[in-house]
């Protein structure tokens, strides 16, 4: 029997749409009944995530837990959370329910250690960098992490900011390629996508390459988990 | 204060994931906060429209109001049904829950209407073309109908199902500019993409000229009742 899949989303709303396109891809199916039943809720009303943990933001625990709460009311069988920052608060979404909630980073890690990766260029938000929460699931799996140096890492903050979320400044303006330049200088043998935001600039960039995309790394361990038939061997 | 958008969903779920995209960008927003609450169930256990109203296949209505009512239950204060076909169930859907549920095809409607377009080739599946689903739309619209010839007809099924929904046909290897100039012969003055899976797959060959994409229309629709801020003034 398969599995409903539940998607804490709205981390953007844009990322909430790519992970469910994943899920769709990455399921083989050659009519809608094959595909895997799918409820995502793209709560927009989550506060942001490195405003709370760096800024003294509002603490986004409770509308986390409240929309995981509703996707475990409405059915839901299995969790994800297509959002790499919000797995700082990922303790207090697991406890709240009970089903499993997959931890995204986690599984970014596992696909990046089944690679034979031993250095990996972590492009995240302020928020994900300085809590830990790419560190821990990357030291866990015995692969090394580099972060970008400060001036770029402020580049990586504006792609996610003012290239995806806010479609304010135009994505050639970033200099994506000084970014992942100063990560191989800094001993990156791959990059791992470790905000939801940022397939979504990388796609359009066409620099997809050597990236390891952390939402396809979820929406393919997610498919597993709810008995799909993945069209996938690995998220890469 | 925004409303809640519930997305009866998963027919197909690439077409959910489509509508869900065009809800984010037809709503003018600078971050996360900005965007409208959405619930999209995309429930692929609700059996093929076209086979129940054509061929004797199993009836969608209890799979629809279940899912409507599920999204009710989830907090969804409207209620869109991203598959054209699956008006056929729309009073029986809109009778199970106290939301309004806005009508694709009469959102269509409305904006050839708003275009002073005449005359419009229909695109779509064979239950929603002999079920007069949109017959009935774009004539309460003054709007005149017209539909591909049987072979042509053929083809835009084949689009639809092998094409898009199965992946098992290339695009290119289907005549859709064929279709077109069919149409345009029977005195079609734009088109309307009236089924849900054919935006995906005019706007991969570069056909959205002359298109109205239901799917943008109601996405349109449910931004302005959900109290959003449009992005664009109509869906062309």
Request: glycine fraction near 8%; proline fraction near 6%.
């Amino acid at each position: 029997m398969k599995k409903t899949i539940g998607v804490i989303g709205g981390m953007g709303p844009a990322a909430t749409c790519d992970l469910m396109e994943k899920l769709v891809a990455l399921t083989r199916a050659s009519r809608d009944q094959e595909h895997l039943h799918v409820i995502a809720d793209s709560n927009t009303a989550i506060p942001d995530r490195t405003a709370a943990i760096l800024h003294g933001g509002a603490d986004p625990t409770p509308e986390l837990v409240k929309t995981a709460r509703r996707l475990e009311a409405a059915g839901a069988e299995i969790l994800i959370m297509p959002c790499n920052t919000a797995h700082f608060y990922y303790d207090a979404v697991a406890a709240s329910v009970s089903v499993p909630v997959l931890h995204m980073p986690r599984e970014a890690a596992a696909a990046l250690k089944a690679a034979g990766v031993g250095c990996a260029g972590v492009l995240a938000t302020d928020g994900a960098v300085q809590s830990g929460v790419y560190e821990k699931a990357l030291s866990q799996a015995g692969v090394r992490a580099v972060y970008p140096s400060p001036p770029m890492q402020e580049q990586v903050m504006r792609l996610i900011y003012q290239g995806v979320k806010a479609r304010s400044v135009p994505l050639g303006d970033i200099p994506v390629r000084d970014i992942l330049r100063d990560l191989r200088d800094r001993g990156a043998e791959k990059f791992v996508l470790a905000c939801t935001e940022l397939p979504l600039a990388f796609s359009e960039l066409g620099l997809l390459a050597d990236c390891l995309d952390a939402t396809r790394a979820l929406a393919l361990a997610a498919v597993r988990a709810a008995g799909g038939e993945p069209a996938a061997a690995d998220p890469w």
